[in-house]
């Protein structure tokens, strides 16, 4: 029985793990967290992920567990309202879509509860070398002791640490400016139903705050977005909120309010936004999937159904080669690359990059595009994929 490691535990990972156990593989899945990571912003089943979810038969309860929203506003620094819409919003698109909003924490449940207890799950730890040779990679971890894997799968997000040992510091890593986003859940103090508010003051025309309430309106996941002071992100989550509160100082309306409970959120998450550039997405018995391979960013709308679709392509060429991992990378990047490469290019679009004057579009006009996913050439590209039947 071929041996697989997967190095992370969010969506990319989970899924593979849902289809090479049915394939017949023995999965295990490493994660740098004592369990499954809390919180997280709202991300979006679309296009081609939606048949992976169908055909994994969770699609039913992902819907269930959908935000259900009923639309947005947009308001000034005093609290006015200046765009309002029951059409679509920011984070999801047009409503009447059949893309599904989820928060990222329900839809990783969702799969590794499908995946079932055959999948093992190893929690705690980290992977800190990979030594490939001819009958398999070796595997040292930071804690356990070193096991032999046929082939390692890294789906350890935006700064996987797959990478960086196979590839090399910052392979592949290219920064979309200097704009970076925070999310954190606190609790429904505005008293939203099922509703999203944006506040955006800053003069480049993105920074500021947004809030939606999730799960039957008890709970708000909180967005702050800004133009932060170094191309570098601290590790340490202290000094990760201290970046957040003094990029949003200026902040009006609720903003102070939300970075009031910015700082006791347990389920915190900070980052700039990214892409990752490959040549390649192998090297070996070494293969990338997802954000860890070939990140969209936050500003793709794309990254979930990428990690999905990439999780389904990759367990099902595995399958078809019989194990043979050589053939199987190669069709794996085959099949997706181009449609990655077209789905990359819509986070690049009105997003002002380090040598550029800040966005002067008018607000309204891109929040517009903004909630309306880029239209008929957007769902083009998300179901461009056309899904095999391994």
Known sequence: MTKVLISGASIAGPTLAYWLDRYGFEVTVVERADGFRPGGQAIDVRGSALGVAERMGVLDEIRAHATDLRGMSIVDGDGVERHRSEEHTLSGGPIDSPDV?????????????????????????????????????????????????????GADGVHSTTRRLVFGP?????????????????????????????????????????????????????????????????????????????????????????????WDAPDFHFDALAQIHLDRWSKGRVVLLGDAGYCGSPASGQGTSMAMVGAYVLAGELKAADGDHEKAFAAYETELRDWVAANQAFALRDLPKEDEAPMTKDIQEWIEEAGAGLGDDFAAVTNAIVLKDY
């Open 101 to 153: 909003e989820v928060l990222r924490d329900d839809l990783s449940a969702i799969i590794v509860k499908a995946a079932g207890e055959r999948v093992e799950y190893v929690f705690g730890d980290s992977v800190t070398a990979l030594e490939d040779g001819p009958d398999g990679v070796r595997a040292t971890f930071d804690k356990a002791p070193p096991r032999t894997f046929d082939i390692v799968v």
């Open 170 to 262: 910052d392979a592949g890593f290219t920064p979309l400016g200097r704009t970076a986003i925070a999310v954190w859940t606190m609790p429904n103090v505005l008293g939203l139903d099922r509703w999203q508010i944006g506040c955006f003051t800053g003069a480049d025309g993105m920074t500021g705050a947004m809030v939606m309430s999730v799960r039957g309106n008890a709970e708000l996941r909180a967005y702050a977005m800004f133009g932060k002071h170094s191309a570098d992100i601290p590790r340490d989550v202290a000094e990760q909120k201290r970046l957040v509160a003094e990029g949003l100082a200026e902040g009006g309306w609720e903003i102070p309010r939300l970075v009031e409970y910015m």
